[in-house]
C-alpha cells in the first residue's frame, strides 16, 4: 500500500526520513532521481538497509540521501530483510549531511575524480608524523600512480570522501603530487607484416617523452590502459615514431574483440 510519494525539489529526503522515524513507519521508501534508484527499508522507523544499482547498507543510504532531485513513494508493507544498518536515524542523518559537506570541500581540492594520485616518498616514510585512520592507511596502497581516483575507490572498496581525505592529508603534507596522464587518442589499425607481429599497441615516440617526465613513469613504460565506453583493458604497448601524433594503433583481431572502429575515440593512460 502507498500512503506517501512526492517529488524531492518538494521535500528532502531528509524531511520524509524524519517523518518516516517519527511516526515509527514499517515499509520501503523507493526513490528514483534521474537514471538511478534506490530503496531505504524501514523498520518502526528505524532504516535498517538500503539499496542501489552501485552499493548496499550505509553507503547505499548516503548515496540515496543526497539526491535532490527526482521521485519517491512510501509503500507500507512488512519488510523481511537482514539488517545492515544499526544506527539511529537521527545519527545517520547527521552523518549524511557531515559527508556531504566533506564531498564538497574535497572536490574544490580534486576536482577531478579522473585525476592519478602520485605519492612522492616511498611507503616507509610516507605516513611518518601524519595522523591516520585505520581506513586511511589502508587507502593508500592504491595510490600507485596509475590508478585515478575512481580506481581507488573500487579496489579499496571506500566511498570517495574517504579516499580524497586520504589524499588531502597527504596533500597538506607535501607528499601528493595529483596527475593527469590521461590522453585522447584516435583508434587505428596496427600496420603488420611477416616481420612485424600484432602483439601489442604502438603509440607516438612524443608520448613516451610526455609521460616519462613524470613521476611514476620515469623508468619506463611497458603497458597502456585503454578507458573506452565498454572497456578498459590493459596491453603491451610500444612507442614508434612513424605512429601520427593522436593516434593509437591497436591490431584488427582486438579492434574486433573490443568493438572499436577505425577512427574512434579512446582515452589511454600509463598501465603498471
Known sequence: MS??????????????AQLLHANRKTG??????????????????????????????????????????GHFEFLTTHVQIPASIRRTVPDLLMDSARLQ??????????????????????????????????????????FDGYRDFQDVMAASGQHDV???????????????????????????PLKTSLFKKGDHLELPKAMEG?????????????????????????????FVATVPDNQVAIPRELMQAWGLAEGSHIKVRPAP
Request: hydrophobic fraction near 45%.
Open 210 to 238: 610526455w609521460w616519462t617526465v613524470l613521476g611514476p613513469y620515469r623508468q619506463g613504460i611497458r603497458n597502456l590502459r585503454l578507458i573506452w565506453p565498454k572497456g578498459p583493458a590493459v596491453e603491451r604497448v610500444e
Open 101 to 142: 559537506d566533506s564531498r564538497k570541500r574535497f572536490h574544490t581540492i580534486f576536482p577531478r575524480m579522473t585525476a592519478v594520485p602520485w605519492p612522492t616518498i616511498p611507503a616507509p616514510q610516507l605516513m611518518e608524523g601524519l595522523k591516520l585512520f585505520t581506513e586511511e592507511r589502508r587507502i593508500l596502497p592504491f
Open 162 to 188: 574517504a579516499v580524497l581525505q586520504a589524499a588531502a592529508i597527504l596533500k597538506d603534507a607535501g607528499r601528493l603530487e595529483v596527475l593527469e596522464p590521461d590522453a585522447h587518442m584516435t583508434v587505428a
Open 3 to 16: 500512503n506517501l510519494r512526492g517529488t524531492l525539489e518538494s521535500i528532502s529526503l531528509t524531511d520524509v
Open 28 to 69: 520501503m521508501l523507493q526513490v528514483s532521481s534521474g537514471k538511478v534508484s534506490g530503496v531505504l527499508y524501514f523498520s518502526c522507523g528505524e532504516v535498517i538497509h538500503a539499496e542501489t544499482l552501485a552499493a548496499q547498507g550505509e553507503s547505499a543510504a548516503f548515496e540515496i540521501l543526497e539526491w535532490v532531485s
